[in-house]
């Protein structure tokens, strides 16, 4: 009698143990699918944030162009040739930069940004 006693409370635990250790892996294996996916949410989300960063720099680059593009045209724009030479890039710089900030825009109203700084430029 009481060796049924201790082999049905030993089966009992080894029973529960079973059960505890399929619900942990199966909590385990949820928690894991759920942090990976959140990791590679986060990994899109870093590569729009570079994107973002990267766009922005080209545009400042393009607009110190234009800057000096400017200066050319005050510095040598006496002559009609040399003129129209740096007009010509001053407003393709003004295009490309215009059309840079409206993708910059775009970008960072997708990200939930203010663009209220890009709106003054």
């Known amino acids: 009698m009481k060796n049924n006693s201790i082999k049905s409370n030993l089966l009992l635990l080894v029973g529960f143990m079973l059960v505890f250790i399929i619900g942990m892996g199966t909590f385990t294996f949820i ?5 990976t996916s959140r990791g590679q949410e986060d990994v899109v989300t870093v590569n729009k944030y570079i994107d973002l960063v990267d766009n922005s720099r080209n545009i400042q680059v393009t607009f110190k162009k234009q800057v000096q593009a400017w200066k050319d045209l005050l510095l040598r724009g006496s002559d009609q ?3 129209n030479k740096y007009f ?4 393709g710089y003004n295009k490309e930069v215009l059309i840079g900030l409206t993708g910059l825009k775009t970008s960072m109203n997708s990200l939930g940004m203010d663009v209220a700084s890009v709106d003054k430029v």
């Open 31 to 35: 928690s894991l699918n759920r942090t």
């Open 81 to 83: 040739t040399q003129y």
């Open 88 to 91: 010509d890039q001053f407003t």
